[in-house]
């Protein structure tokens, strides 16, 4: 099994930036990729960047390209999946979800392990 935890989330004004960490633990065939999702309010849950396990592949949704940047640490016992988030707007606010999953794909459907989620609030 594997377990994801989120945190850095918080309240920031426009223009400013947050860095998000996941902690995963845990082994499973089933999760060789990360990903950062986000829902906003109101909104279905979407997909914003994917890293594969090892850091050699990654990808940013294209309308976050610029701003948001994703990485990985991989340590002895748990790896922690960085989302690096500049230039914050109104519009990135909703919570933040890591997750697990065993193909590069933005599809929230691919992905088997999910944290709980952190909150990110935009706003002047």
Request: hydrophobic share 30%.
């Amino acid at each position: 099994q594997v377990q994801l935890a989120e945190s850095g989330g918080g309240s920031v004004r426009p223009g400013e930036s947050l860095r998000l960490s996941c902690v995963v633990s845990g082994y499973s065939p089933s999760a060789q990729y990360f990903g950062w999702f986000r829902r906003a309010p109101g909104k279905e849950r979407e997909g914003v960047a994917l890293i594969s396990s090892l850091g050699g592949h990654t990808h940013v949704s294209n309308s976050l390209m610029g701003r948001f940047t994703i990485s990985i640490d991989n340590g002895k016992d748990t790896d922690t999946v960085y989302l690096q988030m500049n230039d914050l707007k109104p519009e990135d606010t909703g919570i933040y979800y890591c997750a697990a999953g065993r193909r590069f794909s933005i599809s929230v459907e691919d992905f088997a392990f999910w944290g709980q989620g952190t909150q990110v609030t935009v706003s002047s």
